[in-house]
């Protein structure tokens, strides 16, 4: 078992019994571990302890069940959407194919792409000339395979390549980027002036408007379905947002993770409900420890 599958597993765990407020020794049994060494993991891990964790994580779940009105964002992860320091310094500069270049199926581009770990479990990156074109987590064999078959499908004509310590090395940067150099190649820019990520789409007019828009919420926030409507001018239109959000092909860059629902309640992710918590709550502590 993975890391990050035992975290994955003791969230969960918590989430269904947060009233009872678990302590270190049932949360360690949970992960198949000793007191001990679960502890170390965790922290490694969240950069916080599990006590800690449990208390952040029993205000989600307790907002959860909290009908919608009143200021439901402060209500929802009690932070607001101004203010809260970035996770990572990082910086996203999306771009989206031209019609050309969706035409033309990537022909004379090189298609990079490959697997690593992140804090989240283990991912999918692909990147060509223009950008990063996709992020995806995986948890089996025939996720992995079919995140290539999608990539090969939007892009039928560019040459392939396999390169999953590149990928693994582009993944820690992005997720871990304060404690390692960045990778070489696109996106690579002076520590001091942060890390940049160029992010290549291809999508409707509408869903690059949702896609941008997500781009500004920072870590440690989190914006609902309809504030994310209201951002792009179409306040009307949650639901073509929600579906726009569900259709995000960049994972964590593109951070659909940090939209919930108006009652407060997660609500679904592409990836996974736990991984959507881990996220947001490791964000959420990472910002306050700034």
Known sequence: MTDYARIEKVIRHIAAHYREQPDLGELASVAGLSPHHFHRLFKAWAGTTP???????TALEARR????GGDVLGTALDVGLSGPGRLHDLCVSLEAASPGEIKSGGRGWTLVAGCGETPFGRALLAWTPRGICRLA?????????QAEAELRRDWPQAEWRRDDREAGRRLRAMFEPCRLPPPAGEGRQDAEEGRRWQVLVRGTKFQQRVWRALVEVPAGAVETYSGLARRIGAPRGARAVGSAVGDNPVAFLIPCHRVIQASGACGNYHWGTERKKAMLVRERISARLK
């Not at 069940?65 to 919608?68: D, F, I, K, N, S």
């Open 51 to 57: 006590k800690d964790f449990v208390q952040h994580l």
């Open 65 to 68: 069940r909290l009908q919608a």
């Open 137 to 145: 987590f995986l948890d089996s064999d025939a996720g992995a395979a």
